[in-house]
Nanobody
Framework: QVQLVESGGGLVQAGGSLRLSCAASGRTFASYVMGWFRQAPGKEREFVATISRRGGSTFYADSVKGRFTISRDNAKNTVYLQMGSLKPEDTAAYYC?????????????????????WGQGTQVTVSS
């Protein structure tokens, strides 16, 4: 069992930056592929980014590529999402997720059903 707690959300102006954190419980954090998803009101939850167990591989949605960076610190049981050049369309609740599946490809982990555990989310609002 893994519990995930996101933090770092808030209100930011367009063009600004935020860093989200997701702290995981348990001693097996390094055995999970981690991902970030987001959900805007009235929309489906969509993939943002994923990172392999040791952090050597990452994959991004086209909408955030070049603006967002996913990273992890296995010693701290934490995964991060550094967001830059934020746009109003980035406004959403952001969720981190953990998957016990072995790394296959970024496309594989872009699907919600690959993940076993989810956090409660943190709200990001980007004003124009």
């Amino acid at each position: 069992q893994v519990q995930l707690v996101e933090s770092g959300g808030g209100l930011v102006q367009a063009g600004g930056s935020l860093r989200l954190s997701c702290a995981a419980s348990g001693r097996t954090f390094a055995s999970y592929v981690m991902g970030w998803f987001r959900q805007a009101p009235g929309k489906e939850r969509e993939f943002v980014a994923t990172i392999s167990r040791r952090g050597g591989s990452t994959f991004y949605a086209d909408s955030v590529k070049g603006r967002f960076t996913i990273s992890r610190d296995n010693a701290k049981n934490t995964v991060y999402l550094q967001m830059g050049s934020l746009k109003p369309e980035d406004t959403a609740a952001y969720y981190c997720a953990a998957s016990s599946n072995p790394w296959d490809s970024g496309f594989y982990f872009a699907r919600k059903n690959r993940y076993d555990y989810w956090g409660q989310g943190t709200q990001v609002t980007v004003s124009s």
